[in-house]
């Protein structure tokens, strides 16, 4: 045995229940450099651990408990196999083999350099061979990592597909070897421009790949494709070559375009398609439905100024309840379509489109003239409320509709209403603050709507003596809960009395709300509790129930169908809870 011990090319020992040293070959020897008197037989092994741990020939950072695992090792005396990573850079792979009746054998096999082929034989696999950037394999693996992360912690991940433009004519005109170099020097920039934890891979050619991971808002996904565009775009000067080039990116994300890595690289590449498409240098984001989308708004578009002709607009009224009388003392005027196929369009779907293609002034005409000649039938002590937007403010013709509405009608001015939010003021503060004026001089009464919500409610007061200030439904929903909005309440209505101005809470929903706001000297109230929007024909019956509303019951109406809230007044495109519509 001694003499097979001795040619073989691993390192072999071997000790016994004493744990002293049988025989150890000249491998062994040479692998820990152990002196030769501690190669003879009887050799302790714990002198022999003590020699490798000077020597600095051990795993880990703790001596003491390097040891204490080896100890271990050898009293459960089982078989174990090991690689284990010397402090001097070495991997050993260690075969404990225990004895019958005590002692054991152990070989050592310094797989280092076969490590390290190895290592560079998976790298080479999975990198690039001209940039080093992740190539297919790896960026799919990286993939995969993300998407299970996201998965996991419900985040989006951004796949941010490129290539350069017109590279070709780089290769053409300045020879393969410019190309390339010009290729290393793109997967620097774009190491350095991209963050770290993100992925850059090559995929071929001049086709790169950037996985942006933790992607909370489109606009980080943004802010990473122009931060490629203008890393890639600046100057280089390439084996002596100036060379400029630009860079398109087509970005796909994850969950929203695809759940794979092959979906997020299709929708990526057809978003890149797009960005060249439309001039290069620039990126675009994926839109699967986006052709769809776009027909379906025509179509809608068409819709919309048919039903401006045929009249297929009705308005609907939700009541305003005077909290000191217990009676309705206004109705607000909300917009429906009945489509002739659709049935009832959300006014979240057509208002914004009316907005955009400049339908909302004629429909905001008809709105004025309509509401004023309903109203014109109601007992002479209720008022009506008409939302205005940004756009009416801007056309000419307000001023006029409004008078003309008030003469058709015969409704009193001091019986209209209007309600405005922040946003008119802030289009064209100091116009729209001279056509209030104009208007209010006809003694059509002026309503905040939305107060509280914007940063400078406070000087608009200031600025134009409102009639009437509409407390934001945010407050009056948290105002159970959370003491900052009752003080908020508390304050609007104490100002709103220092300035003789009405306060109405808006979206009172419960008996507790209704009565909150009452204690707080609200002027009026309006919300579900009260009533949901009707229609014209059904106020009558609705004015004779309100006194049930008095007794702290809820008048029971029929819901309607749109499912939305009160996304219908103009100029407005976020939702509330406190009216439907």
Request: some cysteine; charged content about 25%; proline content about 5%.
């Amino acid at each position: 045995m001694a003499a097979a011990a001795a040619n073989m090319p691993v390192g072999l020992c071997m000790f016994d229940a004493e744990r002293r040293l049988v025989l150890c070959n000249q491998s062994y020897a040479d692998l820990y450099h152990v002196p030769e008197p501690l190669t003879r037989p009887g050799t302790p092994w714990i002198d022999l651990m003590r020699f490798r741990i000077a020597a600095g020939l051990y795993a880990g950072h703790d001596p003491e408990k390097y040891v204490q695992q080896l100890t271990e090792t050898i009293d459960r005396a089982e078989r174990t196999v090991s690689l284990v990573e010397l402090r001097d850079g070495r991997t050993i792979d260690l075969i404990h083999q225990p004895l019958p009746g005590g002692g054991w054998l152990a070989t050592h096999h310094d797989v280092t350099d076969l490590r390290r082929s190895e290592a560079k034989i998976s790298y080479m696999a999975r990198h690039d061979g001209l940039t080093e950037l992740p190539n297919r394999i790896l960026f799919r693996e990286r993939a995969e990592e993300a998407l299970v992360e996201m998965r996991r912690d419900g985040s989006k991940i951004a796949f941010h597909c490129l290539d350069l433009d017109h590279f070709k004519m780089v290769n053409d005109t300045l020879g393969h070897p410019v190309g390339d170099a010009l290729l290393k020097e793109v997967a620097a920039r774009l190491k350095q421009v991209a963050r770290e934890g993100d992925t850059v891979a090559r995929l071929g050619g001049d086709e790169f790949v950037i996985i942006q991971t933790a992607v909370d808002q489109p606009v980080e996904a943004t802010a990473l494709a122009q931060r490629v565009i203008d890393g890639l775009s600046a100057p280089y000067v390439v084996d002596g070559h100036g060379v400029m080039i630009s860079a398109s990116i087509g970005i796909s994300i994850a969950p929203d375009d695809g759940i794979d890595a092959d979906q997020l690289l299709k929708t990526g590449d057809m978003a890149l398609y797009r960005a060249k498409a439309e001039g290069r240098g620039t990126y675009r984001f994926f839109e699967p439905e986006m052709d769809a989308r776009m027909q379906a708004r025509r179509f809608l578009e068409l819709d919309l100024r048919e039903a401006v002709v045929r009249q297929q607009f009705e308005i609907y009224y939700q009541p305003l309840l005077n909290l000191d009388r217990g009676e309705v003392s206004c109705f607000e005027a909300l917009l429906r379509w009945h489509h002739p196929t659709r049935g009832i369009v959300s006014p979240g779907e057509f208002i914004p489109l009316a907005e955009d293609i400049g339908l909302i002034v004629p429909i905001g005409e008809w709105v004025i003239k309509q509401a004023c000649l309903d109203a014109a039938s109601w007992p002479g002590s209720i008022k009506v409320a008409v939302n205005l937007c940004p756009a009416q403010f801007r056309n000419a013709r307000l001023l006029s509709t409004i008078v003309e509405a008030l003469d058709i009608s015969g409704l009193p001015p001091s019986r209209l209403e209007l309600e405005i939010t922040e946003t008119v003021l802030l289009a064209n503060s100091q116009a729209t603050l001279s056509m209030l004026q104009h208007i209010h001089m006809l003694g059509v009464h002026i309503a905040m709507d939305d107060f509280g919500t914007g940063y400078s409610s406070l000087s608009y007061l200031r600025s134009f003596p409102f009639d009437k200030i509409k407390i934001d439904q945010s407050f009056i929903t948290d105002a159970g809960d959370i003491d900052s909005s009752v003080a908020i309440i508390r304050a609007v209505t104490s100002l709103g009395n220092s300035l003789g101005m009405q306060t109405t809470a808006e979206g009172v929903e419960t008996v507790e709300q209704l009565e909150r706001v009452r204690r707080e000297g609200c002027t009026e109230a309006q919300g579900f509790l009260l009533s949901r929007p009707l229609p014209a024909r059904d106020i009558p019956a609705m004015l004779e129930r309100t006194r049930a509303v008095v007794a702290g019951e809820i008048i029971e109406t029929e819901p309607e169908t749109s499912g939305e809230r009160d996304t219908d007044k103009p100029g407005r495109r976020r939702s509330r809870a406190s009216v439907p519509a």
